[in-house]
Nanobody, 128 residues
């Protein structure tokens, strides 16, 4: 499974961006998908995740407290894409954002050790 992120860029505080995570496997909706970020000098942190669509947990989403109410994760109509809509961006959201897939899980979590496939990352910079 290969994951490719896109949609990053430079945005002013209060602005919005939508990140995309496209998978080479068209059954991506069977995977738990997570979004993580890593700012310079900081550890990678979980931002949001969405559970597998094939189980009881279908549609479940989780968010870090720092992004609740501002970020939304969802699956696109094409089964191989997951999006992260980011609104009201703040300078502290500046980081490289990664999507990741957990091929064994059903419900999702924000610990990076759960995920076994990773994309290369896309830079998000929030600055005036």
């Amino acid at each position: 499974l290969q994951l490719v992120e896109s949609g990053g860029g430079l945005v002013q505080p209060g602005g919005s961006l939508r990140l995309s995570c496209a998978a080479s496997d068209f059954t991506e909706d069977y995977y738990v998908i997570g979004w993580f970020r890593q700012a310079p000098g900081k550890e990678r942190e979980g931002v949001s995740c969405i559970s597998s669509s094939s189980t009881y947990y279908y549609g479940s989403t989780y968010y870090a407290d720092s992004v609740k109410g501002r970020f939304t994760i969802y699956r696109g109509r094409a089964k191989n894409t997951v999006y992260l809509q980011m609104n009201n961006l703040k300078p502290e959201d500046t980081a490289v954002y990664y999507c990741a897939a957990d091929s064994q899980g059903v419900d999702c979590g924000l610990s990076s050790i759960l995920y076994d496939y990773w994309g290369q990352g896309t830079q998000v910079t929030v600055s005036s």
